[in-house]
C-alpha cells in the first residue's frame, strides 16, 4: 500500500516559481514510477510529468515542457516538482500518484496510476 501527501502549494505571481512536494510511504517491494497531475476548475485532470523508479526517465506534457522539472529521491521518500516561470493557467489543485505496475516506462494515462495524493492548490496570479 502506498499513501502519498503534497505540499509546497500556495499563490504566487506570474513568471514566479514554486516547488512542489510528495512524501512517499510505500509498503511495497515494487519499483514504482511516480507522477503529477493537475485539475483546475471545470476540467478535466490533466497530466503534468512522470518520472520512473530509477528518475532516469522522465515524462513532461506539453503545456509545461520546458518550464516544469520533475526529480526524485528514493532515500527520502519524495517526489518534487519544481516549477518556474509560471502563468495564470497553471492555477490548478495538483496531485501526485504512484504506478506500481510501470517502474520502468513512465505513463501519461490516468489510468495508470493507482494512488493518489489529496492535493496541493497552486494559485498562479497575473
Known amino acids: 500500500q502506498v499513501q502519498l501527501g503534497e505540499s509546497g502549494g500556495g499563490?504566487?505571481?506570474?513568471?514566479?516559481s514554486l516547488r512542489l512536494s510528495c512524501a512517499v510511504s510505500a509498503r511495497t517491494?515494487?519499483?514504482?514510477?511516480?507522477?503529477?497531475?493537475?485539475?483546475a476548475p471545470g476540467k478535466e485532470r490533466e497530466f503534468?510529468?512522470?518520472?520512473?523508479?530509477?528518475?532516469g526517465t522522465t515524462l513532461y506534457g506539453d503545456s509545461v515542457k520546458g518550464?516544469?522539472?520533475?526529480?526524485?529521491?528514493?532515500?527520502?521518500?519524495?517526489v518534487a516538482l519544481q516549477m518556474n516561470s509560471l502563468k495564470p493557467e497553471?492555477?490548478?489543485?495538483?496531485?501526485?500518484?504512484?504506478?506500481?505496475e510501470h517502474g520502468l516506462v513512465p505513463s501519461?494515462?490516468?489510468r495508470d496510476y493507482d494512488y493518489w495524493g489529496q492535493g496541493t492548490q497552486v494559485t498562479v496570479s497575473s
Do not use: E, P
Open 11 to 16: 499563490l504566487v505571481q506570474a513568471g514566479g
Open 29 to 39: 517491494g515494487r519499483t514504482y514510477s511516480m507522477g503529477w497531475f493537475r485539475q
Open 48 to 55: 503534468v510529468a512522470a518520472i520512473t523508479w530509477s528518475g
Open 67 to 78: 518550464r516544469f522539472i520533475i526529480s526524485r529521491d528514493n532515500a527520502k521518500n519524495t
Open 90 to 100: 497553471d492555477t490548478a489543485v495538483y496531485y501526485c500518484a504512484a504506478d506500481l
Open 108 to 110: 501519461r494515462s490516468l
